[in-house]
Nanobody, 120 residues
């Protein structure tokens, strides 16, 4: 199983970026899918999560600016980031508990991270 994240980059304050994370492999089921971020010198924090049924939850710092969504058929989670601020600068990681056809339970998987840099 792999989670492949993409879409990061350099953007000016107020700009937008869209992150994608696609799961691949011998996948039977995917539970909640989420995005976390880690800024230099800080702990990794949860940004947003979307359940398999489509319910969403956001960190207070991104509410109203970020939108998480998923395409179950494509096994992909997205993070639309608008009105970006310099404090959003971080490496963004996707994660998801995934059950494979050969596994007995869900295991938590992480993507490789994608850098988002917001210039002031």
């Amino acid at each position: 199983v792999q989670l492949q994240a993409s879409g990061g980059g350099l953007v000016q304050t107020g700009g937008s970026l869209r992150l994608s994370c696609a799961a691949s492999g011998n996948i039977l089921s995917i539970n909640d899918m989420g995005w976390h971020r880690q800024a230099p010198g800080k702990q990794r924090e949860l940004v947003a999560v979307v359940t398999s049924g489509g319910s969403t939850n956001y960190a207070d710092s991104v509410k109203g600016r970020f939108t998480i969504s998923r395409d179950n058929a494509k096994k992909t989670v997205y993070l639309q980031m608008n009105s970006l601020k310099p404090e959003d600068t971080a490496v963004y990681y996707c994660n998801a508990p995934i059950k494979t056809y050969s596994g007995a339970s869900f295991n938590n998987y992480w993507g490789q991270g994608t850098q988002v840099t917001v210039s002031s």
